[in-house]
């Protein structure tokens, strides 16, 4: 149980130590600043600790915002301060250091009074403290500022103010106008009775799960269920987080099951899509596969992007960006056109049910098209305009390169590629599949594209468009692997191409989740025994080329089974432990996905 260190003479009528009790702190009181850094010594050094001014007047959300957010090891509100493990020694040093200079004793009431913002500017590292907005938090220096204090805290709706800050401050406009306003109150519902954001993200995935089953029937009723179940999915899925953040319930494990399930959902969709088309004779397994790919390469592209552009200085084009913002409905529009996934899905569900997969996959195909030239030309001007990326940009590029044991093999640090010798090896590779398919030609194509993917990461990927380099790779190997599986031409191929997409893809996007929450990539062992990019692509052009169309569809499964076997037990074990570990509670509140 986290303790709260109450310091100073009590104030008669003051509601701190009850509401510092429902926010689940066991409370202590210290007269004096020696007993309060005696109290904070007492305390069980994996436990939160917090030291609070007892004069503290303020809502109780400022208290549960201040003090109970487990993302920040460190967190401090006037008149409250609060460290969790990680911060314990900065808390006790500064404590240390604010008594050895003011001398302060135990019974010492008056050199007491402020000793929590005293050792807050004492931190010696640094120091979260949340926006409150209209929410008060102060210490009141006399009786008349306490009740004016009081005054302000009753002219203000709590619980209208953390609902609102429920809301995930930017996000699409089909979420933030049909989505949001009601699902926050199905989070607080969920709140009150004591569910947790893990369930609810649970509760989305099986939503979606059974919508992919509807879907799958083939029948114009599973259609239509289908499309209504993936919007309740979605509004699941925005409860989630709002939930988390009504709540300030965050774990490291809570995010990457947000972030997985979203894609493990919309593959799965895609799926019921694909099974329910067949039953009524027609194939769109490839637009399927093709979505995915779409899909999963925009994302690396944003990703890396981000990766590249981080502390890099902006150029024209990001100010004129920010002049639009400044016009109300350019953003919503430009919002809308990139097809967040409250739009996508939106978009989807409705097609699932008024219209046949095959619709549906051609919109989503031309839409999500539409929105990567978009995304990609804007991001190319911006990078043409600015400066190159750093070190640790460049570190986290070759990490979501992906590259396997083939190009360690040929690695030649006086090779310089980078995005030109990616794109051309990409297109070598993609291309030949596509006019000569299984073959020879496109056997040594591949082994062109090992040597162009070595030379691509030859030396630290610092270009300005050296971020194209692993949506580059991505589009190389899912391209392809799309492009053979359709050449066999045999019922099986293709679903089998999916599977292998999907497994590789997991693999790319826990790549992501796990530089974003600053855990570094995947263990190189991992990456070689799935065999990087570059050696998947050569090992499935070889595997096309010496099997039969038949033997080729085998060969995909059982590929896919084994590398989704290697990279989800691997993917579990590290979040697992990550989370039982105590590792800081991530939230990401960027870009919808």
Request: net charge positive; with cysteine.
């Amino acid at each position: 149980m986290p303790t709260a260190i109450v310091t100073g003479p009590p104030v008669p009528g003051s509601s701190l130590e009850g509401d510092l009790r429902s926010l689940g702190f066991d409370v202590r009181s210290a007269a004096g600043a020696a007993e309060a850094e005696t109290l904070l010594a007492e305390v069980p050094g994996e436990e939160r600790v917090a030291l609070v001014d007892t004069r503290f007047v303020g809502h109780v959300h400022a208290l549960r915002l201040g003090l109970t957010d487990p993302r920040f090891p460190l967190s401090a509100i006037p008149g409250a301060v609060t460290a969790q493990r990680s911060g314990r020694q900065a808390l006790t040093r500064a404590m240390a250091r604010e008594n050895s200079a003011t001398g302060q004793g135990a019974g010492n009431g008056t050199l007491v009074e402020g000793l929590p913002d005293r050792v807050t500017t004492a931190l010696d590292t640094g120091v979260h403290r949340p926006g409150l907005g209209s929410l008060v938090a102060v210490v009141p220096a006399d009786p008349q500022a306490r009740n004016e204090a009081r005054q302000a805290v009753a002219a203000v709706d709590e619980e209208a103010v953390r609902l609102r800050s429920a809301v995930k401050a930017r996000d699409g406009f089909f979420t933030t106008f049909c989505v949001s306003p009601y699902s926050r109150h199905l989070a607080r519902w969920c709140a009150r009775r004591g569910l947790t954001p893990n369930q609810v993200t649970t509760a989305s995935l099986l939503t979606a799960l059974v919508a992919a089953g509807c879907a799958a029937t083939g029948t114009r009723a599973g259609f239509v269920a289908a499309g209504v179940l993936l919007l309740g999915s979605f509004v699941l899925d925005c409860a989630d987080g709002q939930l988390a953040r009504y709540s300030l319930q965050y774990s490291t494990l809570g995010a990457w099951l947000d972030a997985t399930f979203d894609r493990a959902k919309e593959y799965a969709f895609y799926a019921g899509l694909a099974l329910g088309a067949a039953r009524t004779g027609d194939d769109v397994w490839a637009l399927a596969l093709g979505a995915i790919i779409l899909q999963s390469c925009r994302h690396v592209v944003d990703f890396s992007f981000a990766e590249a552009r981080t502390g890099a200085a902006e150029g024209p084009a990001a100010a004129l960006s920010g002049r639009l913002d400044r016009v109300g409905w350019t953003v919503w529009v430009r919002r809308m056109i990139v097809l967040p996934i409250g739009e996508r899905w939106a978009l989807i569900a409705v097609l699932t049910a008024a219209t046949t997969p095959r619709v549906t996959f051609w919109v989503l195909l031309a839409g999500c098209a539409f929105a990567a030239a978009y995304t990609t030309a804007g991001r190319v001007l911006r990078s043409l305009r600015s400066g190159r990326a750093g070190e640790r940009a460049a570190r986290a590029l070759a990490d979501l390169a992906d590259g396997g044991p083939l190009s360690e093999l040929l690695h030649r640090p006086w090779a310089r590629g980078g995005a030109a010798a990616a794109a051309f090896g990409a297109a070598l590779v993609t291309g030949s599949a596509l006019v000569w398919g299984a073959g020879w030609q496109t056997v040594l194509a591949a082994v062109a594209y090992v040597i162009c993917s070595a030379a691509a990461v030859g030396r630290p990927l610092t270009g300005r468009l050296d971020w194209l380099v692993p949506p580059l790779f991505r589009a190389a190997e899912y391209g392809t692997v799309l492009v053979l599986a359709a050449d066999a031409e045999v019922n099986g191929a293709l679903p089998a191409a999916y599977g292998l997409v999907s497994a590789v893809a997991y693999h790319h996007y826990d790549t992501v989740y796990r530089i974003r929450g600053d855990a570094g990539a995947p263990p190189r062992p991992l990456v070689r025994a799935i065999g990087g990019h570059e050696g998947r692509t050569l090992a499935v052009a070889v595997l096309a080329a010496v099997l039969t169309a038949s033997g080729f569809t085998v060969a995909l499964t059982a590929l896919a089974v084994a590398v989704a076997l290697v990279v989800l037990a691997e993917s579990i074990r590290f979040w697992v432990a990550a989370h039982r570990g105590g590792a800081p509670a991530v939230h990401d509140e960027g870009e919808p996905a």
